[in-house]
């Protein structure tokens, strides 16, 4: 079975500076998506980016970029230039692309990661 | 424009009541989800239903009953509510193209549902 972990409980960064969150996954699947998630207090699950397995460039979206390695099956997200909106519980995700039965297949979350931005 | 909603979004009620909750979503998805989470924040999995049918039936006890009267729908109705099914509960919907997935799946705000 699929599992992703998320080693680090909580993180906090200064308001402008850069964090890093560390996402590690393990599967024997080569096709799949890895997603990061966000969750604010108002419990809202907001996607933030979205990596397709089979493409070797990392993604960006604006100051969220991930360091995807596939042979280590780690996918890291990195957000620069913190903002206060930005403090919220982040969730790793993974997703094989095609189910046994060639139907749904879910998404498995890590455990997540509680960030503070301090102002 | 809500894209996937559920109603209520709070829920309080007493132990050993029945109670529902509901989901659609107007994105055109075939595929639709239940997840839970609990007080330390881990999302599981529930039931997933692709064209009003089950696909995914985790571990969950009999009083948990899905229904997806058409693809655009997915209840979730619990029976003989217990204090350990405190909790919030999500819905989510996503699309497959012939058997493969395609992109992310798209929540709904959350329930939280307490049991007294």
């Known amino acids: 079975a699929q599992t992703v972990t998320q080693s680090q409980p909580e993180m906090s960064v200064q308001e402008a500076e850069t964090v890093t969150l560390s996402c590690t996954y393990d599967?024997?699947?080569?096709?799949?998506?890895l997603f990061w998630y966000k969750q604010p207090p108002s419990r809202q699950m907001i996607l933030v980016i979205r990596?397709?397995?089979?493409?070797?460039q990392n993604a960006t979206e604006n100051r969220f970029s991930v360091n995807f390695q596939k042979a280590a099956k780690s996918f890291s997200l990195k957000i620069s230039d913190s903002q206060l909106g930005d403090a919220a519980m982040y969730f790793c995700?993974?997703?094989?692309?095609?189910?046994?039965?060639?139907?749904?297949?879910?998404?498995?979350f890590g455990k997540g990661t509680k960030l503070t931005v301090n102002p | 424009d809500t894209a996937v909603s559920q109603t209520p979004k709070y829920l309080v009620t007493q132990m050993g009541n029945d109670k529902s909750i509901k989901c659609e979503q107007n994105?055109?998805?075939?595929?639709m989800y239940w997840y839970k989470q609990d007080s330390k924040k881990f999302l599981k999995i529930m039931f997933s239903?692709?064209?009003?049918?089950?696909?995914i039936n985790e571990t969950v006890p009999n009083r948990f009953s899905p229904k997806s009267p058409d693809k655009a729908h997915l209840n979730l109705h619990i029976n003989s509510l217990e204090l350990g099914d405190s909790a919030v509960y999500f819905c989510?919907?996503?699309?497959?193209?012939?058997?493969?997935?395609?992109?992310?799946?798209?929540f709904g705000e959350g329930s939280r549902l307490t049991v007294l």
């Open positions: 989510a919907s996503s699309q497959l193209d012939r058997g493969y997935v395609v992109g992310e799946l798209f």
């Open positions: 599967t024997s699947e080569s096709d799949y998506y």
């Open positions: 990596q397709e397995a089979y493409k070797q």
């Open positions: 995700a993974y997703r094989r692309r095609r189910g046994a039965q060639g139907g749904s297949e879910k998404l498995v």
């Open positions: 994105l055109g998805h075939d595929t």
């Open positions: 239903y692709n064209n009003k049918e089950l696909i």
